[in-house]
C-alpha cells in the first residue's frame, strides 16, 4: 500500500440514474462538503447514457488526473476499468488510482473497501461516508484484475465477480426492484427460491498454488505496473461545481491432452497476456481439474471481498490476494438449505454452516461450459454473452483507492 500524493484533479463521475435515482441528491449533500474540506479539486462529470463513461475514459488524457472516482453501482466501474484496458497505452492507464463511492444498489466493491478498512457493517447512508472518509485519506493498493473469454465477444476485464446460475439469475431478475435499493437481491432471492432450479454444466478450474500468489508474485506484476508518478504541474483548478463443505477435495482430475496453453485470439488486443488459458474451443492441460459433478445450483467466483453491501460472500477475500474465491453449489441442496446459505451470508458466515452441497476453493483460472442453450452468466453484475467462459486472474493489476 502507498500513499498517493493527495488527488489533487479527481474526475468524479456520478450516474444520476444508478440505485434509487440518488446519486446526484448523495453527492450534493454529503461528497462535495467533504471533498472540499479535505482539500479535493475533482471535477464532477455527470454520465449520460450507457458506455458514456467507457468513451471518455478511452479518450482521456489521463496525466490530466490522479484519480478517477465513481460514484454509482459497480456498474459504471466495470465500464470505466474495460474503457481503460482497450487503450493503447493500457499498462499506464490501468494504474490510475480508482475510488468508488456507493451510489447503486449492489455497491459491492464500495462495502469490499470499508471491510477492508477493519470497520464494522453499516447501514447504505453510513457506507457513502465511510468510503467518502476513505477517499479523502487517499491510501492506494492493487487491485486483482480478472480477464474473460467468451465466445464471440471481445475479452473483457472484471473486478468483482464471475456468475452463473441462482446469483447470475437473481442479480438481473431483481433489477426490476432496483428502487428500493440493496433490498432488491432479498426479493429477487425468495423470488427465485420458490422455482429452485438445476443448472447443467461443465465446472473446470486452475488451483491456486503458493507460488503464484505469493508475495514476490505481487511484486514482479508490481515491476511491470510501476507506480503512477503524479503529473509534476497540475493543470489549472478546476471548478467542483461544473456540473465445506463447505470445501473442495472431491474433485478429480481428468482431462489428459498434449497441447500446452498457447496465447489466446486476444493478442493482438490491449490488456495483459492470459498465460494459463489455452483458447475457449481447445482442451484443458492437465493440471486442471474437472468437477465431477455436471448439475448446479450456482457457480460464484469472486475475487472481492463482497458481492453485495449485506454479502459478504469471500471473507478472506483481499484486494490483491491473487486469486479467484470459487464457490459452486451442487444440485440436490433444498430451497430452506439455500436459504441458510444466503442469510449466514449477510455475516460471511456460510463458510461455516456445513453445507454439503457448497463447496469453496481458490483457483487461479477457470473454465465453465454451460449445457443449457439458454441462461444468464453475469461478469460485475452486467449480463454477457450467454455459453463457454473462462476467466485467469491477474494480481495487482489495477490501483483502487482504499483508505
Ligand atoms: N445517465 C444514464 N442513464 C442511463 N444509464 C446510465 C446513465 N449513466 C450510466 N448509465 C449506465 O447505467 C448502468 C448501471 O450502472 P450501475 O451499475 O453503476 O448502477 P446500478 O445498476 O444502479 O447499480 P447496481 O448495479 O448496484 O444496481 C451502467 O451500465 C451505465 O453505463
Known amino acids: 500500500m502507498s500513499q498517493m500524493s493527495r488527488p489533487c484533479q479527481m474526475m468524479l463521475l456520478v450516474n444520476p440514474q444508478s440505485g434509487k435515482g440518488q446519486a446526484l441528491t448523495l453527492y450534493n449533500n454529503h461528497i462535495q462538503r467533504m471533498l472540499n474540506e479535505a482539500g479535493i479539486k475533482h471535477t464532477l462529470v455527470i454520465t449520460e447514457r450507457q458506455n458514456h463513461a467507457r468513451e471518455m475514459v478511452k479518450e482521456a488524457d489521463l496525466s490530466q488526473w490522479d484519480a478517477l472516482v465513481i460514484m454509482s453501482g459497480d456498474g459504471l466501474l466495470y465500464e470505466v476499468i474495460n474503457g481503460l484496458l482497450e487503450r493503447p497505452d493500457w499498462e499506464e492507464a490501468i494504474r490510475t488510482p480508482l475510488g468508488i463511492l456507493p451510489g447503486g444498489s449492489g455497491n459491492a466493491l464500495a462495502a469490499s473497501i470499508h471491510h477492508y478498512s477493519g470497520a464494522s457493517p453499516v447501514t447504505s447512508e453510513e ?9 479523502c485519506k487517499g491510501l492506494v493498493s492493487h487491485m486483482d484484475m480478472v480477464s474473460v473469454h467468451l465466445c464471440s465477444s471481445p475479452r473483457l476485464f472484471s473486478f468483482l465477480s464471475l456468475a452463473w446460475g441462482f446469483v447470475a439469475d437473481v442479480d438481473i431478475e431483481s433489477e426490476k426492484y432496483r428502487h428500493f435499493g440493496a433490498v432488491r437481491f432479498t426479493i429477487g432471492t425468495l423470488v427465485r427460491l420458490a422455482s429452485l432450479r438445476v443448472y447443467k454444466g461443465r465446472l473446470a478450474y486452475l488451483p491456486a498454488t503458493k507460488d503464484h500468489n505469493s508475495e514476490e508474485a505481487l511484486r514482479s506484476n508490481t515491476m511491470l505496473c510501476k507506480d503512477r508518478v503524479p503529473p509534476v504541474t497540475l493543470p489549472a483548478v478546476r471548478d467542483s461545481s461544473f456540473h465445506n463443505s463447505c470445501h473442495s477435495n472431491n474433485s478429480l482430475k481428468v482431462r489428459r491432452v498434449e497441447s500446452t496453453p498457447s496465447r489466446s485470439a486476444t493478442k493482438a488486443l490491449p490488456g495483459p497476456h492470459d498465460s494459463l488459458l489455452p483458447p475457449l474451443d481447445q482442451p484443458l492441460p492437465d493440471d486442471w481439474v474437472v468437477v465431477p459433478e455436471e448439475d448446479f445450483v450456482l457457480m460464484l467466483a469472486m475475487y ?10 469471500a471473507p478472506e477475500a483481499t484486494p490483491d490476494d491473487g486469486v479467484i474465491h470459487l464457490f459452486y453449489v451442487r444440485a440436490g441442496i433444498s430451497p430452506t438449505a ?15 454452516t456445513n453445507c454439503q452441497h457448497l463447496v469453496y476453493t481458490k483457483v487461479q483460472a477457470l473454465r465453465l461450459e454451460p449445457y443449457s442453450p439458454k441462461g444468464i452468466i453475469t461478469v460485475d453484475g452486467e449480463v454477457v454473452e450467454y455459453g463457454p467462459v473462462q476467466a485467469e486472474v491477474h494480481r495487482g493489476l489495477s490501483r483502487l483507492i482504499t483508505g
Open 127 to 135: 457506507l457513502l461516508v465511510s468510503c467518502g472518509f476513505l477517499l
Open 338 to 352: 439455500l436459504l441458510r446459505l444466503f442469510l449466514a451470508m449477510e455475516k460471511g458466515a456460510h463458510l461455516t
Open 304 to 313: 472481492q471481498s463482497h458481492l453485495a453491501e449485506d454479502l459478504l460472500a
